[in-house]
């Protein structure tokens, strides 16, 4: 790589996804960062780096996610903690790199006296002393105007779309699974030349059931849902009944971030759901990792590339598709 002004290049792992952070490790030709993270008895962080990072250029990999051993606030607090030993140990700058953004689904004040915890977060990563912010399919793209501070904001689409174009899919159709989720996947379904559905999911009249209506022709094809983030999977569950219900031939579902919480696995398995793809921004752990109904793609390499960018000042706008 190129030399900057930012010195050489330092890619450090927290405790939530090492992985990932091995991988993009591997991409770039550089080996992970010496450090020790460790707890204190009563659960506290200890956090120490093990080599001269002074006036390097420092990229932090850690998803704010849980991992099935430290919960999603506890890969936060790391993720400060980090963050203020590298400031305090003479950093030239600081990326956070969050392949997933926690508390980016409460962003506004859609009730009466409720936090919005996606600016808390981007206040608190700046007050630690981050200089950038690198992330991956924010619940909401204006989630970057909370930070005072540079956020490259990368989509997995093209690891996604390329992964499905491999498929060949017959008579494909690319389903929204809200009217929010609309804008993504028609552009998923431009890009794979496919027909666009939407589910339309509403409250019956006593309020006391969803009913899932199917807007676009769908009987006879395969149908792919497209969703950005899914949790406990009751959305897709009833989305790939009502395609379906309504004459689809196969049903697959996509997403960037595969959080698969509590009953997201046994709904994903009792689904006539052929296939689940989503890509490694989380750790599959638990039956997520052995659900063959999972399918995991990478975007270590995605990153890799955007790290390398701005490590070495060069643009970033080819990433953004």
């Known amino acids: 790589m190129r030399p900057t002004g930012f010195g050489d290049l330092k890619v450090f792992s927290g405790s939530a996804h090492p992985q990932l952070a091995r991988e993009i490790g591997e991409f770039l030709g550089t080996p992970l960062g010496q450090a020790r993270l460790r707890r204190f008895p009563d659960s506290e962080v200890s956090f120490q780096i093990d080599e001269n990072i002074r006036g390097t250029d420092v990229f932090v990999v850690q998803p704010t996610c849980a991992n099935g051993v430290v919960s999603v606030d506890q890969h936060l607090v790391e993720l400060m903690i980090m963050i203020d030993a590298f400031r305090r140990s003479s950093a030239a700058r600081i990326t956070a790199v969050l392949p997933y ?18 600016k808390l977060v981007a206040n608190v990563l700046s007050a630690s002393g981050a200089n950038r912010v690198l992330t991956m399919d924010l619940h909401k793209a204006q989630i970057q105007g909370f930070f005072d501070i540079p956020v490259d904001h990368l989509f997995a689409a093209p690891v996604i779309i390329d992964y499905l174009a491999r498929q060949e899919l017959p008579r494909l159709t690319i389903v ?23 589910i339309d999911k509403r409250r019956s009249d006593d309020g006391s059931a969803e009913v899932m209506n199917v807007i676009g022709e769908v009987r006879g094809r395969t149908c792919v849902i497209a969703d950005d983030i899914i949790d406990t999977a009751g959305t897709i569950q009833k989305g790939a009944q ?56 990478s975007v ?12 070495e000042e060069t643009s970033v706008s080819s990433l953004f598709v």
Not at 243 to 250: F, I, P, S, T
Not at 263 to 289: D, Q
Not at 300 to 311: C, E, K, V
């Open 300 to 311: 270590a390499r995605l990153l890799g590339q955007a790290i390398r960018s701005i490590h």
């Open 101 to 118: 953004y926690g508390y980016a689904r409460q962003d506004r004040k859609d009730k009466p006296r409720v936090p919005i915890s996606a």
């Open 176 to 198: 929204a699974p809200d009217a929010g989720g609309a804008e993504r996947a028609r552009a998923y379904a431009k890009r794979l030349d496919a027909e666009l559905a939407v």
């Open 242 to 297: 009502a395609l379906r219900d309504a004459g689809a031939e196969r049903v697959l579902a996509c997403a960037v971030h595969g959080v698969l919480s509590g009953p997201a696995i046994e709904r994903i398995e009792k689904a006539p759901l052929e296939k689940l793809i989503v890509t490694n921004t989380i750790p599959r752990v638990g039956a997520a990792a052995t659900c063959g109904k999972v399918k995991e793609l």
